[in-house]
């Protein structure tokens, strides 16, 4: 995955980003991305007469728990070392 560039010119006062929280952020939004896209591609079988649509019942199943999973870590990792970013 390509890194993001960084915005030039914007100053928000803060020295330094926490890498271990962006890239725990990373993973929840990519979590977010992967269930988002499997509802997406469940909505289109339905409509498309799919009957074995409920296949994506274990996808959706196991991309929750990775949401879940990297929130959690996401929190804990905030709260422990205090990088909320204001
Ligand atoms: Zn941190």
């Not at 914007?10 to 926490?18: D, N, Q």
């Not at 890239?23 to 269930?35: D, G, I, K, R, Y």
Request: charged share 25%.
């Amino acid at each position: 995955m390509p890194e993001q560039d960084r915005e030039s010119g914007a100053h928000t006062g803060t020295a330094e980003v926490c890498q271990e929280k962006q890239h725990l952020s990373n993973e929840f939004l990519e979590a977010v991305h992967e269930m988002n896209v499997l509802l997406k591609q469940q909505t289109l079988a339905l409509i498309e007469g799919d009957p074995d649509f409920s296949r994506f019942d274990l996808l959706l199943h196991l991309a929750q728990e990775k949401k879940e999973r990297t929130k959690y870590a996401w929190i804990a990792h905030v709260e422990s070392h205090g990088c909320s970013g204001g």
